[in-house]
C-alpha cells in the first residue's frame, strides 16, 4: 500500500525558510512524477511544484518560482520542497502527491495524481 508522509512543517517569520519532506513508502519516487500542493483556510487547493519521474523536470507556479526548490532523494525515497524567502500568503497545510502513472511530464492538476499525503502545516505571521 503506499503511503506519504510528509513533514517538516512548522511556524516561521515573513522572509524565513522551511524544508518540508515527503516520504514514500509502498512504491518507488523514482518510477513517480511527484507534486507539492497547498491549501489555505477558506481557499482552494493551489498547485505548488512537481518533478518527473526521472528527475529532469522541475516546474513551479509562478509565485513560488526562485523561491521554493523541489528535489528529490531516491535513495531515501522521499521528495523535498525547499522553501525561501517565505510570505504570510504562503501560510498553508502543504500536501506531496504522487501519480504513478509513468508520464513523461508533471501536472500541476490534482486529478492527475492518485496518491496523497495528510500534509503539514505551514505558518508564516510576523
Known amino acids: 500500500q503506499v503511503q506519504l508522509v510528509e513533514s517538516g512543517g512548522g511556524a516561521v517569520h515573513p522572509g524565513g525558510s522551511l524544508r518540508l519532506s515527503c516520504a514514500a513508502s509502498?512504491?518507488?519516487?523514482?518510477?513517480?512524477?511527484t507534486g507539492w500542493f497547498r491549501q489555505a483556510p477558506g481557499k482552494e487547493r493551489e498547485w505548488v511544484s512537481c518533478?518527473?519521474?526521472?528527475?529532469?523536470?522541475?516546474e513551479y507556479a509562478n509565485s513560488m518560482k526562485g523561491r521554493f526548490t523541489i528535489s528529490r532523494d531516491t535513495d531515501k525515497n522521499t521528495v523535498y520542497l525547499h522553501m525561501t524567502s517565505l510570505k504570510l500568503e504562503d501560510a498553508a497545510v502543504y500536501s506531496c502527491?504522487?501519480?504513478?502513472?509513468?508520464?513523461?511530464?508533471?501536472?500541476?492538476?490534482?486529478?492527475?495524481?492518485?496518491?496523497w499525503g495528510q500534509g503539514t502545516q505551514v505558518t508564516v505571521s510576523s
Open positions: 509502498g512504491g518507488h519516487l523514482q518510477y513517480w512524477t
Open positions: 502527491a504522487a501519480d504513478p502513472s509513468g508520464a513523461y511530464y508533471c501536472s500541476s492538476e490534482a486529478k492527475d495524481y492518485d496518491y
Open positions: 518533478i518527473t519521474n526521472n528527475g529532469a523536470t522541475t
